[in-house]
């Protein structure tokens, strides 16, 4: 899957779309499911939002995209206790939403 947005990427014809390049309204993701982040990023979000709970239930949809992460972190850390494991788990899960919206946030220079 593409991770990226490029202008061409836009469903242009999408209400959400429409809602953000007429009004003054950010499009923001509640979600760091990276299928749900591409949907919401073509449909003209500029930002996304998570924590625990929403990692929680991203990793049990996902989880065959995120379990060779997670045996990484374990491998990496193996006398870490299981928080701080979920803790890194939740950094790595941000990092590539972050990493998705920064043709964004380059865009706007930083302003959404």
Same mark, same amino acid.
Do not use: H
């Given at each position: 899957?593409?991770?990226?947005?490029?202008?061409?990427?836009?469903?242009?014809?999408? $209400?959400?779309?429409?809602? =953000?390049?007429?009004? $003054?309204?950010?499009?923001?993701?509640?979600?760091?499911?990276?299928?749900?982040?591409?949907?919401?990023?073509?449909?003209?979000? =500029?930002?996304?939002?998570?924590? $625990?709970?929403i990692v929680l239930? =991203?990793?049990k949809k996902e989880f065959s995209a995120w379990k060779d992460t997670l045996a990484g972190i374990i491998a990496a850390n193996p006398t870490e206790a299981e928080d701080r494991i979920t803790w890194r788990l939740i950094e790595a899960m941000g990092l590539k939403g972050a990493a998705m919206l920064? $043709?964004?946030f380059e865009r706007e220079q930083g302003r959404k």
């Open positions: 899957m593409n991770t990226t947005a490029k202008t061409q990427d836009y469903d242009t014809s999408s $209400p959400l779309y429409r809602t =953000v390049s007429t009004t $003054p309204t950010d499009y923001w993701n509640d979600s760091c499911s990276s299928e749900e982040l591409a949907y919401a990023i073509r449909n003209g979000a =500029v930002g996304a939002t998570t924590n $625990p709970s239930n =991203v990793f920064m $043709p964004i």
